[in-house]
């Protein structure tokens, strides 16, 4: 039997306009139907995830959860105040921060509050944020106006250039990555988290405050920050637009899109046998 199932946001349950397909709000009625929970596990803010199912039934999350920030943080719904979170020491953040804009990157730094901050936005980012995701611009040289402010990761932003991120990660020195843990999505982002910070852990940690084990879950994905929950899960999912190593990794690839509503295919195909036999 599943009892969570946890899903990424951007490129997965949500359609490229940011919308929700209908299939998915059907698919989490279904699943609430048979003892399953839906859960979010997205690298965004917990706040920004509420706002993007603010079009889902209230009564749809009641009494669910939301991995946020790559699993540093977990809510419950509807609370603002989280139940775990990890932040990041101020010397490690301002470190990050250095590295990305002596490279003349466009870096990210998050308030375990919600707050985005992004320094050095190029037009392409400001306009694939826009009318999803708040953030503040800034032409601050340091983090030092953030010092005692919780921060939970830094990510950095080149806009169709997953490839030279990739590179950027390979070639930054030891001490700048001491304490952290990367991984890309999106196609544009080299996240940045803690050490140890993962949506596994997320899930894991979920799973161990609902008394259920991780065989219980199922973990939906396209991208590389996908890849340890999808990997760790009971059932690893991942959907038709996915990257060839998600979809390696997974149990199940679906044969619908982010575009789609792939959730529909989950609760009928996987859900559905196992908890109804």
């Given at each position: ?96 921060f250095d590295y990305g804009r002596w490279l003349g990157l466009c870096v990210h ?5 919600g707050r985005i901050w992004i320094f050095g936005m190029p037009a392409e980012e ?152």
């Amino acid at each position: 039997m599943y009892r969570i199932v946890a899903s990424d946001m951007d490129e997965t349950f949500l359609a490229h306009d940011h919308t929700i397909p209908q299939a998915n709000v059907d698919a989490i009625r279904r699943l609430r139907a048979m003892g399953c929970l839906f859960v979010p596990a997205s690298g965004r803010p917990y706040g920004s995830v509420m706002e993007s199912l603010a079009a889902l039934p209230p009564e749809l999350m009641d009494g669910s959860y939301v991995i946020s920030y790559n699993g540093a943080c977990i809510n419950r719904a509807g609370e603002d105040e989280p139940l775990f979170s990890t932040t990041m020491a101020h010397q490690t953040a301002q470190r990050l921060f250095d590295y990305g804009r002596w490279l003349g990157l466009c870096v990210h730094a998050y308030e375990l509050s919600g707050r985005i901050w992004i320094f050095g936005m190029p037009a392409e980012e400001r306009g694939y944020l826009e009318g999803h995701v708040a953030f503040e611009e800034s032409d601050e040289r340091s983090l030092d106006f953030l010092a005692g402010t919780p921060l939970v990761k830094v990510l950095y932003c080149l806009p169709n250039g997953d490839s030279r991120l990739h590179q950027v990660l390979a070639k930054m020195p030891e001490e700048v990555l001491a304490g952290v843990s990367p991984t890309f999505s999106s196609g544009r982002y080299l996240e940045l988290n803690c050490a140890g910070v993962d949506k596994a852990a997320g899930l894991d940690r979920l799973a161990e405050l609902l008394g259920c084990s991780l065989d219980e879950t199922i973990a939906c994905g396209d991208a590389p920050n996908d890849l340890g929950m999808v990997a760790a899960a009971g059932m690893g999912v991942a959907v038709s637009n996915a990257t060839g190593e998600l979809k390696a990794a997974a149990g199940y690839v679906t044969a619908s899109s982010n575009e789609d509503g792939f959730l529909a295919e989950v609760a009928e195909r996987i859900v559905a046998p196992a908890n109804q036999a």
